[in-house]
């Protein structure tokens, strides 16, 4: 069984960073594809950022790009959102996600909908 436990989140001022943490438990990482998103009331949720199982490479959202980082420790089995320069509209829920891969190499979903494991997510609130 698949489970997704995130971390990290709170309360910041705008500037500020916050590191993100997401435990997998019942996965193998070269498995899965791993997701992070957000999420404000009223709207969808919105990929920020992925990583492939097999090779880690990386893929940012528009929103993400230059502000985010995205990694993994697969010893861990731990994922991790490095947020900076942190702004008052990145206030949101935040999820992790896992996508299985079946076997792609490159699969890096950015899409909500290929994403069959998600975690209960970790408020992030940056105040201005």
């Known amino acids: 069984q698949v489970e997704l436990v995130e971390s990290g989140g709170g309360l910041v001022q705008a500037g500020g960073s916050l590191r993100l943490s997401c435990t997998a438990s019942?996965?193998?990482?070269?498995?899965?594809?791993l997701g992070w998103f957000r999420q404000t009331p009223g709207k969808e949720r919105e990929g920020m950022a992925c990583?492939?199982?097999?090779?880690?490479?990386?893929y940012y959202s528009d929103s993400a790009k230059g502000r985010f980082t995205i990694s993994r420790d697969v010893a861990k089995n731990t994922l991790y959102l490095q947020m900076d320069s942190l702004r008052p509209e990145d206030t949101a829920m935040y999820y992790c996600?896992?996508?299985?891969?079946?076997?792609?190499?490159?699969?890096?979903?950015?899409?909500?909908?290929?994403?069959?494991?998600w975690g209960q997510g970790t408020q992030v609130t940056v105040s201005s």
């Open positions: 996600a896992a996508a299985p891969a079946y076997g792609r190499v490159w699969y890096a979903p950015s899409a909500a909908s290929e994403y069959t494991h």
């Open positions: 990583v492939t199982g097999r090779t880690g490479d990386t």
């Open positions: 019942g996965l193998t990482s070269g498995d899965f594809a």
